[in-house]
Each structure stands twice: as structure tokens, then as C-alpha cells.
């Protein structure tokens, strides 16, 4: 059973691209978990979706950020026209049932340049 | 809204017990974990622990919960240079996100 993938593991972006980061999450798990990293800092919670469904999105910047959970495929967050201040490490987490042990991807580094 | 603070460094001797120590402010939190961060890399799941519990124990690693004082520790025995690396407490309440600490960073030494 592979751990939770994401892809890719870092990324580069000009100022004003859009940035696309993948979450495949563990099998048999059905909620997914967006957290951002800034340097030197822990964790802040962005997002948690369940298939198809946004359950909380109290972590989410208003502007630039989406994020979905497709019937088949991966999760996606999806940032538009980057910044500088986006640079950070993005980690997915899924788990099989909501408020359980959340196991953790390797992260997408995204450095916008 | 909940908070979870940690000390930011932490430096021992190999061979010495480290003790990482976490606060935090939901009283309502039912699982308290610990993660384990090496440079460049994600995170990885230490342990946790269930909110009615007072301590677990898993082979160097022991987690000791005082709920009255919302109070989170690590020890870890025997600590290995292996062990270096940043230390995140964190807590999920009644929702299923996790509020995570600044994170301690355990340097070892010979």
C-alpha cells in the first residue's frame, strides 16, 4: 500500500502562472488534508475535502486558491496567478475516517520566482 | 480559536533523554499526536495518544498527557544523532484538522 504521493516534489513558478499540486491520497482513504509550510514555521491547515465535497475551507486564502477532490483522481489545489509570498511547502494528509490518524505526503515545494 | 505552542530548540547529549514539551488550548481535543520532521522531507507519525489517556509508551518514545493543564510531552530515551530533527505537536478537536506547534528543534551532540 503506497503512502499518500504528491507530485510534483518541488515547482517553480513566475510571478503571475498558476501553480497545480497533486494529491493521490493512501488507499481505501476517502479524506484529504491540504496544509502549507512557510519557512521556519509549522504547519497551517488550508483545506479538507472528502470526495467531491469541501468540508472546511476556514484555512483557505479568499482569492487565487481552489482546491478539489474528484470521484476519480487525485486531489488538486489549484493557485492562480502565484506571488512571492505563495513560496512555501504544500503537504496533503488523508486519513480513512474523519478525525483519525492523518498520514502525510512528502510535500510540494513551490518556490515562485 | 486553539493554539499549540512548543519550545524551538532543544539540544542533548546522544545517550541523554530529550523531553519535548507542548501546550495547548482546545479542551476539546480528542487526539494529540507527535510528528517527526527531517530536513527537506514530510512529516512522519511518531505517535498519539487519545485524549482520555495519561501516557503511552512506544519502544524509546513515551508520551505523557496532563489534560487538566492541556500539557503534551515527548521523551524519548537513549536519543541517537538519528534523532535530530524538528519535533511537531499537534491536536485534533472536534473537527477533523490538525493544529500544529511551531515545531522544536532537537539537535543532538556527541
Known amino acids: 500500500n503506497a503512502g499518500v504521493m504528491q507530485n510534483p516534489r518541488h515547482l517553480v513558478r513566475r510571478r503571475g502562472q498558476e501553480a497545480r499540486l497533486r494529491c493521490s491520497p493512501m488507499?481505501?482513504?476517502?479524506?484529504v488534508y491540504w496544509y502549507r509550510q512557510l519557512p521556519e514555521e509549522g504547519l497551517k491547515f488550508m483545506v479538507y475535502l472528502q470526495k467531491e465535497n469541501i468540508i472546511d475551507e476556514s484555512g483557505m486564502p479568499k482569492e487565487r486558491f481552489s482546491a478539489e477532490f474528484p470521484k476519480e483522481g487525485p486531489s488538486i489545489l489549484r493557485i492562480q496567478q502565484v506571488v512571492r509570498g505563495d513560496s512555501a511547502a504544500y503537504f496533503c494528509?488523508?486519513?480513512?475516517?474523519?478525525?483519525?490518524?492523518?498520514?502525510f505526503g512528502q510535500g510540494t515545494r513551490l518556490t515562485v520566482v | 480559536g486553539e493554539d499549540v505552542e512548543q519550545s524551538l530548540f532543544l539540544s542533548v547529549r546522544e545517550g541523554d533523554s530529550s523531553v519535548i514539551n507542548c501546550t495547548y488550548t482546545d479542551s476539546s481535543s480528542t487526539y494529540l499526536y507527535w510528528y517527526k520532521q527531517e530536513p527537506g522531507a514530510g512529516l512522519q507519525l511518531l505517535t498519539y495518544?487519545?485524549?482520555?489517556?495519561d501516557m503511552k509508551q512506544d519502544q524509546r518514545l513515551t508520551v505523557l498527557l496532563n489534560k487538566k493543564d492541556k500539557h503534551l510531552s515527548l521523551r524519548i530515551a537513549d536519543t541517537q544523532t538519528g534523532d535530530s530533527a524538528i519535533y511537531f505537536c499537534?491536536?485534533?478537536?472536534?473537527?477533523?484538522?490538525?493544529?500544529f506547534g511551531t515545531g522544536t528543534r532537537l539537535q543532538v551532540t556527541l
Open positions: 494528509a488523508s486519513s480513512p475516517v474523519a478525525g483519525t490518524e492523518a498520514f
Open positions: 499537534a491536536e485534533s478537536g472536534t473537527a477533523s484538522k490538525l493544529t
Open positions: 488507499k481505501g482513504h476517502s479524506h
Open positions: 495518544i487519545f485524549s482520555n489517556m
